[in-house]
T-cell receptor, first 114, second 119 residues
């Protein structure tokens, strides 16, 4: 699976959009981009994933560049509860459904300021 | 919705003791996983299972054992606890829904974790 690079930490004001970047310049054509987050002392929580098109769900939007070498997770109206470590994970499609684990790096510590 | 349930939440062991960390999921997922997370680090995969009766090693399996007798349960066994096994342990499960590329995706759902200290 391709390596990812994320900033160590970021701040964002409450109510503003939080934009979290991720670089995955060695991504292959069959690799998805996943985002998870981990609120302090809790288990990781799935946020969103995509292959090549931009995606949106009730939690966030995922913008993937046309060359797929980077992506941005957008939390449109950040709240204090969004303070967490955010992990960008690139993972290949596995035949048979993908039974092995995810590779978590150190992620980005997002701090929402009141 | 219960999702993935882990017990206990906290445990302190003495060196050489054994224990079983319990994990149960009620989403009828075939795939289950055990990870450990050391302070300030990301998660590392210990073992995983693709279905009842089938398990396989992950990145850091030494010192652990698993079994999968039912779809719902995936216990993790520590036989001779060592200080190096002090960590937070997370269990996860996933299905194998077909994805955008026609292959398998892997959206994992995690439990709340078990915080283990070995002294």
């Amino acid at each position: 699976d391709a390596k990812t690079t994320q900033p160590t930490s970021m701040d964002c004001a409450e109510g503003r959009a939080a934009n979290l970047p991720c670089n995955h310049s060695t991504i292959s054509g069959n690799e998805y981009v996943y985002w998870y987050r981990q609120i302090h002392s809790q288990g990781p929580q799935y946020i969103i994933h995509g292959l090549k098109n931009n995606e949106t769900n009730e939690m966030a939007s995922l913008i993937i560049t046309e060359d797929r070498k980077s992506s941005t997770l957008i939390l449109p109206h950040a709240t204090l509860r969004d303070t967490a470590v955010y992990y960008c994970i690139v993972r290949a499609v596995r035949s048979g459904g993908g039974a092995d684990g995810l590779t978590f790096g150190k992620g980005t510590h997002l701090i929402i300021q009141p | 919705n219960a999702g993935v349930t882990q017990t206990p939440k906290f445990r302190i062991l003495k060196i050489g003791q054994s224990m079983t960390l319990q994990c149960a999921q009620d989403m009828n997922h075939n795939y289950m996983y055990w990870y450990r997370q050391d302070p300030g680090m990301g998660l590392k995969l210990i073992y995983y299972s693709v279905g009842a009766g089938i398990t396989d090693k992950g990145e850091v399996p030494n010192g652990y054992n698993v079994s999968r007798s039912t779809t719902e349960d995936f216990p993790l066994r520590l036989e001779l606890a060592a200080p190096s096994q002090t960590s937070v342990y997370f269990c996860a499960s996933s299905n194998n829904a077909l994805g955008l590329a026609g292959g398998g995706e892997n959206i994992q759902y995690f439990g709340a974790g078990t915080r283990l200290s070995v002294l």
